[in-house]
C-alpha cells in the first residue's frame, strides 16, 4: 500500500498567521491517464471529513482562497495564508491513485 | 444540495452480521462512484470499499475483502454495506462518501458508528 506521511502531526498557530503542512507519499503517484491524485481533507471536532482541494491544487467551491495546495513528484503542502478559528481541526492528506487509496495520519491544527 | 445519510450502526457481538445503508439524495445517484470509509475512535480514515455507478466494479480493502459486500440499488438512491464475520477492530464510525469521478471523493455523509463487542 501507498504509504503518506505527513508533517508536522501537530501545528499550534497564531491566528491571522500562515500554516504549511507537508504530505509525502511512498511512491509515485502519477495516475495512468497522467492525473495525479492527491487530495486534501479537513475534519473539524465533531464533523466528518470535508474535501478542500483535489488533484493537488484544485480548490472545491466555498473553500476560502487562503486555503492552496501544492507540489509535484511524492512531495505536497497544504497551505493556510492566514489561519482563522474556523480552521481548527485535523488536516489529511489523500492519494487516490492506486487501491487501497490511503490517508496520511492526520495534522492537528490548534490556535495558540 | 447533495445529502448523503447513513444508517445500521449498532452494537454488535464479535462474529456477527450488520447491513449499513446509505440514502442519497439531492444529484443524479446513477452518476456516482459511491465508496464507504471508517474511522476508528481517535484514529484516522481507512478507505473500505467501493463500486461504480453500475454495480459492476467493486473493490475491497483486504482486511475487509471475503467479509464486507457493498452493493448500490439505483432505483432506490442508495448504497449499502453487508457486514459479516464482525472483529472488534471493526468498531468505527462508517462514513458514505462518493463522487462523479471515483479518485477524488468530494460528498460525504455524517457517519453511523458500529461498535463490536461481546
Known amino acids: 500500500d501507498v504509504v503518506m506521511t505527513q508533517s508536522p502531526l501537530s501545528l499550534p498557530v497564531t491566528l491571522g498567521q500562515p500554516a504549511s503542512i507537508s504530505c509525502r507519499s511512498s511512491?509515485?503517484?502519477?495516475?495512468?491517464?497522467?492525473?495525479?491524485?492527491l487530495n486534501w481533507f479537513q475534519q473539524r471536532p465533531g464533523q466528518s471529513p470535508r474535501r478542500l482541494i483535489y488533484?493537488?491544487?484544485n480548490r472545491d467551491s466555498g473553500v476560502p482562497d487562503r486555503f492552496s495546495g501544492s507540489g509535484s513528484g511524492t512531495d505536497f503542502t497544504l497551505k493556510i495564508s492566514r489561519v482563522e478559528a474556523e480552521d481548527v481541526g485535523v488536516y489529511y492528506c489523500?492519494?487516490?491513485?492506486?487501491?487501497?487509496?490511503?490517508f496520511g495520519q492526520g495534522t492537528a491544527v490548534e490556535i495558540k | 444540495e447533495v445529502q448523503l445519510v447513513e444508517s445500521g450502526g449498532v452494537l454488535v457481538q464479535p462474529g456477527g452480521s450488520l447491513r449499513l445503508s446509505c440514502a442519497a439524495s439531492?444529484?443524479?445517484?446513477?452518476?456516482?462512484?459511491m465508496t464507504w470509509l471508517r474511522q476508528a475512535p481517535g484514529k484516522g480514515l481507512e478507505w473500505v470499499a467501493y463500486?461504480?455507478?453500475?454495480?459492476?466494479?467493486?473493490e475491497y480493502v483486504d482486511s475487509v475483502r471475503g467479509r464486507f459486500t457493498i452493493s448500490r440499488d439505483n432505483a432506490r438512491n442508495s448504497l449499502y454495506l453487508q457486514m459479516n464475520s464482525l472483529r472488534a477492530e471493526d468498531t468505527a464510525i462508517y462514513y458514505c462518501?462518493?463522487?462523479?469521478?471515483?479518485?477524488?471523493?468530494?460528498?460525504w455523509g455524517q457517519g453511523t458508528l458500529v461498535t463490536v463487542s461481546s
Open positions: 462518501a462518493g463522487d462523479p469521478q471515483p479518485r477524488i471523493i468530494g460528498a
Open positions: 439531492g444529484f443524479t445517484f446513477t452518476t456516482y462512484w
Open positions: 463500486i461504480n455507478q453500475y454495480g459492476s466494479e467493486t
Open positions: 511512491q509515485s503517484i502519477v495516475y495512468s491517464d497522467g492525473n495525479i491524485y
Open positions: 488533484k493537488i491544487s
Open positions: 489523500m492519494q487516490g491513485t492506486h487501491w487501497p487509496w490511503t
